[in-house]
């Protein structure tokens, strides 16, 4: 069976932020499909992974009420390294994600940013 998520290390948690790594399996099932000569991540998984770890690390009855901004800027690859942080601002329900490439020489690469609105 394919797996869902990546291989994840959580780094920093509080109350309304939290750094989760992430590496990138050549195995997910995001990638059947998407494409046969160079596998991408679909910024859908970039989501869903949001979603799911807004649920797991601040409130697991948080559901997405609309998507305000998201950016795409740079393509997933598998074997790629990414730091995903979450900041959760409870009093007006939005988050914010941001997905960095981990890169030598601590170098900032952005893979993808956004903000969300969440309910209950």
């Not at 989760?20 to 494409?35: K, R």
Request: aromatic share 12%.
């Amino acid at each position: 069976m394919k797996k869902k998520f990546a291989k994840e290390k959580t780094i920093n948690i509080s109350n309304n932020s939290a750094n989760i790594e992430l590496t990138i399996s050549p195995d997910l099932f995001w990638f059947e499909g998407h494409f046969k000569s160079q596998p991408l991540l679909p910024g859908v998984a970039q989501l869903n992974w949001v979603i799911y770890y807004t649920q797991k690390y601040f409130d697991d009855s948080l559901c997405l009420l609309s998507v305000d901004v998201i950016k795409f800027q740079c393509p997933v690859i598998p074997e790629d390294r990414l730091m995903l942080h979450l900041t959760w601002h409870e009093k007006i329900k939005k988050l914010e994600f941001i997905y960095t490439f981990i890169l030598p020489n601590n170098r900032n690469k952005v893979a993808s940013t956004g903000t969300l609105t969440l309910c209950h």
